[in-house]
């Protein structure tokens, strides 16, 4: 019954009622599609960096993060091999490799570079490498001749695929090694940066190059959730050779990591942001509103309405108005984010977007919690800043309400 007068209250003013509606559909939609976007953003970064050659987890001999040279590679891989092979869910991917840093060189430039040595097979559903190569063929299991590079280095060195560059780079004996490698494809990455910055021949052939038999630097493992990644960790840390040491993608990315985990506190204060600008036009709506109705408020009062029925009266109308802006700004915001389900090009700003590690499509997400988030603030802090202009219609009395003209 309340509810129903509440009903009937809030729309005796209709234009003021609309106003505050918008004020509650304009708040919800701008927290849940921008909260959208801002996760879509930080998806776009984590998914760019673990595809980025990553992974979920890797293992390597313990130093090589700090120092990635040939010294401190993995000589005998086949402990390690049967290890993952027992341990790691069927629905893994995960592939044995060599980097270190060297040089690349034509008659034209020449440039630093990460050389990776890949087993060509096992790198699609790993990395990026295996879905992005744009032009020319990618590298066969036993081309020892053969290279792949981006479409960065490419233009940089003036050069194109048929063509060779000649890859430098310390070799196990410490002595320099070099060898001439010819460009069979070219791949595309979502950053420039990575485009200029690896290369990548087949394993064997980065064996060569250093002089070792059949040694490797990682071993790169990528789940199918990435929610499981750390148990599957604390089951490698479990039985792992002496000398090795298993890294997460936490690991590997500490500042990404930060950031993630700053992103929920983020979030919220956002929402506060949003909900401080709403705030102030609803309940200085609602003041208004029950100063227009001071009348009514002291005759109900002289009748012998108890001040605690006026509070909850006004209090059931606000939570009507919350209610109906809720559901017409969750509406709105999920519109918006099905329209732009495609993904938003940012290639404007690539630079931009490169510097933070985002891909040139940004693609907004919508998590449960955000939404949930949104929702609950705007009607718990709603309803709290309702309660000024409540109590203010259940403190007035017959004879303030006699007074007024």
């Known amino acids: 019954m309340q509810l129903q007068i509440a009903w009937r209250n809030i729309w005796r003013n209709p234009r003021r009622t609309l106003i505050i509606l918008a004020a509650v559909i304009i708040g919800a939609w701008t927290m849940l599609f921008f909260g959208a976007l801002s996760r879509g953003m930080a998806e776009s970064m984590l998914d760019n960096s673990i595809n980025t050659l990553t992974g979920h987890i890797q293992i390597q001999k313990t130093g090589y993060r700090d120092d990635p ?16 092979e027992k341990v790691l869910p069927p629905d893994a991917k995960w592939a044995f490799r060599i980097e270190v840093n060297g040089v ?27 879905q992005s190569i744009v032009a020319g063929r990618p590298l066969g299991m036993d081309d020892a001749h053969g290279m792949v590079v981006g479409k960065g280095l490419l233009d940089s060195m003036d050069t194109k695929p048929g063509r060779k560059i000649v890859l430098m780079t310390q070799g196990a004996d410490k002595d320099t090694q070099s060898r001439a490698f010819k460009i069979r494809g070219v791949y595309r990455a ?82 506060l942001v949003v909900f401080t600008a709403m705030g102030f036009g609803i309940v200085n709506t609602m003041l208004m509103a029950v100063l227009e109705r001071t009348r009514e408020f002291g005759l109900l009062k002289a009748l012998g309405m108890r001040p605690a029925l006026i509070v909850r009266g006004v209090l059931a109308e606000c939570l ?62 709603g309803l709290l800043v309702c309660l000024y202009p409540a109590l203010k219609a259940g403190r007035i009395t017959p004879v303030e309400a006699m007074a007024q003209t």
């Open 320 to 381: 009507i108005l919350l209610l109906v802006g809720l559901a017409a700004g969750n509406l709105l915001g999920l519109a918006s984010i099905h329209a732009l389900s495609g993904g938003i090009d940012l290639s404007f700003m690539a630079q931009g977007s490169e510097y933070f590690g985002m891909g040139h499509i940004i693609i907004p997400k919508l998590a449960a919690r955000d939404a949930l988030t949104a929702n609950a603030v705007i009607l718990a802090l």
């Open 104 to 130: 690349a060189s034509n008659a034209r430039n020449s440039d630093g570079v990460a050389i990776v040595g890949i087993a060509p097979d096992r790198e699609p559903g790993l990395s990026f490498y295996g």
């Open 190 to 271: 979502e950053l420039e940066a990575t485009e200029k910055r690896y290369v990548f021949i087949t394993l064997s052939a980065a064996r060569t190059l250093l002089g070792v038999q059949d040694a490797v630097t990682a071993a790169c493992v990528r789940l199918p959730d990435r929610n499981r990644v750390e148990p599957v960790a604390e089951a490698l840390r479990a039985e792992l050779p002496a000398g090795l040491t298993v890294l997460t993608w936490e690991d590997m990315l500490p500042l990404l990591t930060g950031y993630l985990s700053m992103f929920d506190s983020f979030m919220f204060l956002w929402y």
């Open 69 to 84: 040279v040939v010294e401190n590679r993995i000589d005998d891989p086949a402990p390690l091999r049967a290890l993952l």
